[in-house]
């Protein structure tokens, strides 16, 4: 099993930037993607960021977003700028086994608690 544990949530103002942490534990593979999805109340889980030999974005977050990996902590960033309200969401941090970018969240196998972030106007 994998243990993934956010930090880094928390209340801003927009235009703010905020960085997100998630720290892997457990069962390591010798590739795996890892990446963030965010809920907003009322709304489906939609995808943010991942990254494993590159990184990809939501067309909404990107050139406000970045996603970074330290693979001797198993901890994946995602630094966030220029927050807008519509950023206001919990987000979960999610890794896979392999090297495959996918935007669906079935398709990963592992998901974090989620940690609330939330831009006010």
């Known amino acids: 099993q994998v243990q993934l544990v956010e930090s880094g949530g928390g209340l801003v103002q927009a235009g703010g930037s905020l960085r997100l942490s998630c720290a892997a534990s457990?069962?390591?593979?010798?590739?795996?993607?890892m990446g963030w999805f965010r809920q907003a109340p009322g709304k489906e889980r939609e995808f943010v960021a991942a990254?494993?030999?590159?990184?990809k974005y939501a067309d909404s977050v990107k050139g406000r977003f970045a996603i970074s990996r330290d693979h001797a902590k198993n901890t994946v960033y995602l630094q966030m700028n220029s927050l807008k309200p519509e950023d206001t969401a919990v987000y979960y941090c999610?890794?896979?086994?392999?090297?495959?970018?996918?935007?669906?969240?079935?398709?990963?196998?592992?998901w974090g608690q989620g940690t609330q972030v939330t831009v006010s106007s």
């Open positions: 457990g069962r390591t593979f010798s590739s795996s993607t």
């Open positions: 990254i494993s030999w590159t990184d």
């Open positions: 999610v890794l896979r086994a392999g090297l495959l970018f996918t935007v669906v969240p079935g398709d990963y196998d592992y």
